[in-house]
């Protein structure tokens, strides 16, 4: 979406859900990467890999993205960013949001991920009604 | 022995605790006001930006 450059902000929640065993360390992990700055690269990876998360792919993932593989292996196995994980998830529940992705576009709910036509739609609707 | 902390030294935990900001969403669609933490690493975008999308995803 580089169209809309400078007018999006867009913020990741973590919402693992409970039947996905390997989700949670996946996402500590995006967060361990993330503490040295490379978030979205391992976050995109991540997308691309599923569901490949065991604890061996997420370092190999981690040396792919430039990291040092045993300082982030501390991270992980130390589980430094599970509470944090765990916040996002009381929040989503608390916001009701079940399924996901859930989309929050200015606070409008969007449940699952839609075309790419559609999704253009309410950004522009959403654009449309700050002016 | 024990050593004194070394004040210049912060986990990536603290580091990301100081920075964290907050947003507060209450809309039509949503069943509560709850404020949303947010670690900076996991946004971008202008914080000024007309539109926020807040992406609640599972990696799995």
């Known amino acids: 979406m580089k169209e809309y450059d400078g007018r999006i902000r867009l913020i990741f929640k973590d919402r693992p859900l409970a039947g996905h065993a390997l989700a949670r360390p996946a996402h500590e992990a995006a967060r361990c990467a993330g503490a040295k700055g490379?978030?979205?690269?391992?976050?995109?990876?991540?997308?691309?890999?599923?569901p490949a998360f065991e604890r061996a792919d997420l370092l190999l993932y981690a040396g792919e993205v430039g990291l040092d593989r045993a300082e982030f292996a501390r991270c992980l196995d130390e589980r430094r960013f599970a509470a944090d994980?765990?916040?996002?998830?009381?929040?989503?529940v608390a916001l009701g949001i079940m399924r996901t992705p859930t989309l929050l576009v200015n606070g409008r709910r969007i449940e699952g991920a839609?075309?790419?036509?559609?999704?253009?739609s309410i950004i522009e609707q959403a654009l449309r009604e700050r002016r | 022995?024990?050593?004194?902390?070394?004040?210049?030294r912060r986990?990536?935990?603290?580091?990301?605790?100081?920075?964290?900001?907050?947003?507060?969403f209450s809309a039509a669609d949503l069943p509560a006001q709850v404020e949303l933490t947010v670690a900076p690493f996991m946004a971008k975008g202008p914080a000024d930006a007309p539109v926020t999308i807040v992406d609640f995803s599972d990696y799995q």
Do not use: G
């Not at chain 1, 490379?38 to 599923?50: G, I, N, P, S, T």
């Not at chain 1, 839609?114 to 253009?120: C, D, I, Q, S, T």
């Open chain 2, 11 to 24: 986990s990536p935990r603290v580091y990301t605790i100081i920075l964290a900001c907050a947003l507060v």
């Open chain 1, 114 to 120: 839609p075309p790419l036509e559609e999704f253009r």
């Open chain 1, 38 to 50: 490379k978030y979205w690269e391992y976050h995109d990876l991540l997308f691309e890999a599923q």
């Open chain 1, 85 to 92: 994980v765990e916040a996002d998830v009381r929040q989503a």
């Open chain 2, 1 to 8: 022995m024990s050593r004194a902390p070394n004040p210049t």
